[in-house]
């Protein structure tokens, strides 16, 4: 299978099969964009088994997705959800047990109006208590051709 002919591929927010030449695309950036891919979907698999009612952080998401370290990643990675995908992003937290602010638009009160939906509570300071409302998953989700860590 030559390169860009995978569906794992990504350019410009498009999946399927493409031809870098005729994109006019770097062959290494393709397989960058290639390699991001399929770390962000093990974090998409890792968090659409986050219950409704729990919450997890971007480092738990990490380690589970078997990237210890790479929190921003999930971050990245969430950032990047198609459209409808049903993955609960919204789930997600930071460490401190509260709601990252995010550079543009409102989603961050979008992501504590569907927490509190789902009967996660904020204290005064709008954080979570990860002791009550954290999930507690511990075993890393399996991945065949997993990309290794860096």
Known sequence: MALGDSPECLFNGRRGTFNPKREGVPRNLCILQCAAVKRYELIWRV?????????A????????????????QVGYALHNLPERSGVPWHRVINAKGEVSPRSGGDSHELQRILL??????FDGRGRVDLTTYGWKKKRAVKAEGRPPQR
Do not use: S
């Open 47 to 55: 968090v659409r088994r986050v219950p409704r009612g729990r919450v």
């Open 57 to 72: 952080t971007y480092g738990q998401i990490a380690e589970l997705a078997g990237l210890a370290g790479h929190a921003r």
């Open 116 to 121: 509190e939906a789902e009967g996660v509570r």
